[in-house]
């Protein structure tokens, strides 16, 4: 069963911020799979067992390579999209995440083709 598709996916998306509020986004890669291209905030599935914390910041070092040095709880989203004609449904619970430009890189080569 694939999450998402099957049943509600859950997930979490963070917008990470300095000192100086500037906002860091993420510009999707052709191996997504979907929104190539795009500018995006980071994000990600829940895992079986996770709090909605750790699996922020769990994401936020995979993408980022750095750990936030704030996370803070925003709300919840319902997102119902259609993709390739397939309706998806995700529960997503939005985060902002205080984090040190100095220590940010691109953790997911794969997916990310810029900062």
């Known amino acids: 069963m694939k999450r998402g598709v099957d049943h509600i996916g859950v997930t ?3 917008y990470c911020y300095d000192d100086a ?3 860091l986004l993420q510009k999707r890669s052709q191996l997504c799979r979907d929104e190539q291209g795009t500018w995006d905030c980071g994000g990600g ?3 079986f067992g996770e709090s909605f914390e750790e699996a922020a910041i769990r994401e936020i070092q ?3 390579s750095c750990a ?3 996370l ?3 709300g919840v989203n319902n997102v119902l999209r259609t993709h390739n004609s397939i309706k998806t ?3 997503c619970l939005v985060f902002a995440a205080h984090i040190n430009p100095k220590d940010v890189s691109i953790g997911d080569t794969k997916k990310i ?3």
């Open 12 to 14: 979490v998306c963070f």
């Open 21 to 23: 509020g500037r906002l």
């Open 45 to 47: 599935a829940v895992e």
């Open 62 to 64: 995979e993408e980022y």
């Open 68 to 70: 936030p040095l704030k």
């Open 72 to 74: 803070t709880f925003c």
């Open 89 to 91: 449904h995700w529960v």
């Open 113 to 115: 083709e810029e900062l």
